[in-house]
């Protein structure tokens, strides 16, 4: 019984740690236009005027429409985007998001050390 809940509790931090480590997407403040978020080439949050949030991987421009591109089901889908229909069009801050990712990273490292030295037998929990 000491084995299994030892090894348990291995998987448990395992996965933890793969959670906690995931990156985050910080998206710019400023509203932007469509063909700015085409130039931008990367991911992109767009509001709808009735409040849908809607996240695309990027927009590309064909034949003078836009078009959002997001994966689904491991293909890539195509959605029409109007321009009266959007509120605000925001492109993703690579620089935040990489300090975001790499904040979050330090800052879960303590209780991520916290479990390596009670699951080695620190003594913490008896």
Request: charged content about 25%; proline content about 1%.
């Amino acid at each position: 019984m000491k084995t299994i809940n030892h090894f348990l509790r291995s998987i448990a931090f395992f996965l933890s740690c793969l959670i906690i480590l995931q990156g985050c997407t910080v998206y710019k403040g400023t509203n932007l236009t469509l063909d700015d978020a085409v130039r931008s080439d990367g991911k992109v949050k767009v509001i709808t005027n009735y409040d849908t949030k809607l996240k695309y991987k990027r927009v590309e421009m064909e034949n003078n429409t836009f078009y959002g591109v997001k994966k689904v089901k491991g293909e890539e889908v195509k959605d029409k985007l109007y321009k009266e229909d959007l509120k605000t069009v925001k492109i993703k801050d690579k620089t935040l998001s990489t300090i975001g990712t790499i904040f979050i990273a330090w800052l879960s490292a303590i209780p991520i050390a916290i479990g390596i030295y009670a699951l080695l037998g620190g003594g913490f929990w008896g």
